[in-house]
């Protein structure tokens, strides 16, 4: 769950609806840290060959889906692979160590 100003937001639910676009190969949602409301989730996002996404298209597939959370504005991150943990899955505590970083960076 991500905690953006009190709101409780589900990572997977955003996830799925993330994958239902076609150019999505994998998603994996996390929560980075905002000044403002303590969190705000990320997408980062690995797309399939040759194919693009942009944040209107993601804005315009939560409007089609109704889905509060969308458009209340995550950012995304356009990925080629996720840190995998010891157990094969996705790390996601290394993923919001990764963009973080690169946010903090500029």
Do not use: W
Not at 29 to 52: K, N, Q, T, W, Y
Not at 76 to 104: C, N, R
């Amino acid at each position: 769950m991500i905690n953006r100003g009190g709101e409780k937001i589900s990572a997977e639910e955003i996830e799925n609806l993330i994958l239902s676009h076609p150019a999505v190969k994998n998603v994996a949602c996390i929560a980075v840290p905002d000044p403002d409301l303590g969190e705000r989730m990320c997408a980062c996002i690995i797309l399939r060959d040759g194919m693009s996404i942009t944040f209107d298209e993601l804005k315009a597939l939560s409007r089609r889906q109704r889905d509060r959370e969308v458009q209340a504005g995550p950012t995304q991150e356009i990925m080629s692979d996720f840190p995998l943990s010891t157990f094969g899955k996705v790390s996601k505590k290394d993923l919001v160590a990764t963009v973080s970083a690169k946010m903090a960076a500029g």
